[in-house]
């Protein structure tokens, strides 16, 4: 399949010196691929203690059938960029400015299909429109399993309500399909297990039902946030596989937000590298780990293990904290932690080509060593 387009994201400061023509890096897909387009998106949080600039500026893309990786420390704005594209923001957030362009297609009855193109930013976030979409077109798994399963209902009442929610089929049919979903992603005895609740399930199952959950109305893009992290490796493993298969069959894109690259590399097709709100760096899956560009990206890639490294010898922490997302720190916010820091470069930071469809927010990335 073709490599994925990623825009160019704009800072506030930036909009005039920024690279135009991502369709003129664009080797890859045709626009009929374009399934979403993230433009310039910020999300903030207006709190007594100051603003949080949860997302702040981030533009990506992602094409139908493909996987989108979005990888950075814990506080860097993974979920909130999740939470404003399905338009669950909690209070006091909200999305400042930017667009989330959703280009939807539909089959009519006469079996041509049709395109239109959504601003999922512009819709009220508890309208009909977005309802329609969330769950739906757009299905979610969110980091914490139990967050997307109710305690009280059963796992067929949960899946068999999402079917009939979004589309006109009888209870009978709503059943037969949340069973078939269930045996597909690998419940054990279906027929019986749907009947359950999620505490009478295992992690492992649980997270199947989540999966069972989110795929009933066969979306074109999944959001995975953290999506095995509550799991034992094995299981994990197992789930990232279920994962991949899926989509295949379903031809759906996903979305998969995770702090771990080890994930990254086993399922993303393109990575967009997030620290304090702002996208560092965003590539091809190979470029990120065989040639990354941004100092922050290559200080991730040297705190996971390697298989082969000696056991004595230590992983790299990235050196320092995360700012307080309060106070980020002026020019580019990594200064404090990156070894490259050079006063007189690093004041007013660009978000640079580095390569086909490789983007990095660092003005030393090209003379960096490989
Ligand atoms: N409901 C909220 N109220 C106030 N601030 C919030 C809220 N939700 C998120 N934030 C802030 O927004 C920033 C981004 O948070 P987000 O949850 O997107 O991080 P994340 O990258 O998903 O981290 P993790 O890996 O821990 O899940 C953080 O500084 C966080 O404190
Ligand atoms: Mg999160």
Not at 129 to 146: C, H, V
Not at 166 to 176: F, T
Not at 338 to 346: G, T, V
Request: with cysteine.
């Amino acid at each position: 399949m073709a490599s994925a387009t990623l825009p160019t994201p704009m800072d506030d400061n930036q909009m005039s010196r920024i690279d135009p023509a991502p369709a003129t890096i664009n080797t890859g897909p045709r626009d009929s691929d374009l399934l979403l387009e993230v433009r310039d998106l910020k999300t903030y949080f207006h709190l007594d203690e100051g603003t949080v600039r949860a997302v702040d500026g981030v533009s990506f893309t992602i094409h139908r059938g493909r996987t989108l990786g979005i990888v950075g420390e814990s506080g860097c704005g993974k979920s909130v960029t999740a939470q404003s594209i399905l338009r669950i923001v909690p209070r006091p957030g909200r999305i400042v400015s930017g667009e989330i362009l959703y280009h939807r297609r539909r089959s009519t009855s006469n079996g041509t299909t049709t395109d239109e193109t959504i601003d999922l930013a512009r819709l009220d976030p508890q309208g009909r429109e977005i309802r329609s979409i969330r769950g739906n077109e757009i299905a979610y798994i969110f980091q914490e399993p139990m967050a997307s399963l109710s305690p009280v209902h059963t796992i067929a009442h949960q899946i068999i309500e999402t079917i009939r929610l979004h589309q006109r089929v009888d209870y009978d049919e709503a059943r037969a399909r949340a069973i078939e979903v269930c045996r597909r992603v690998g419940l054990p005895k279906p027929h019986e297990t749907i009947d359950r609740y999620a505490h009478q399930l295992s992690g492992g199952q649980r997270q199947r039902a989540v999966i069972a959950l989110a795929l009933a109305c066969r979306p074109s893009l999944l959001i995975a946030d953290e999506p095995t992290t509550a799991l034992d490796v094995t299981t994990e493993a197992q789930i990232l596989a279920l994962m991949k298969e899926l989509q295949q069959e379903y031809g759906m894109a996903i979305q998969f937000i995770t702090h771990n690259l080890g994930v990254i590399a086993e399922m993303a097709d393109d990575v967009v590298v997030m620290y304090l709100g702002k996208q560092v760096e965003q590539a091809p899956v190979d470029d990120i780990f065989f040639n990354p560009r941004h100092p922050y990206t290559r200080a991730l890639l040297r705190s996971i293990p390697k298989l082969g490294r000696k056991t004595r010898e230590r992983l790299e922490s990235i050196r320092g904290m995360v700012p307080d997302p309060y106070s980020i720190p002026k020019g580019c916010a990594f200064h404090t932690r990156c070894p490259f820091y050079l006063r007189e470069k690093c004041a007013d930071p660009q978000y640079i080509a580095v390569g086909p469809n490789h983007w990095a927010r660092c003005n030393r990335a090209m003379e960096l060593d490989g």
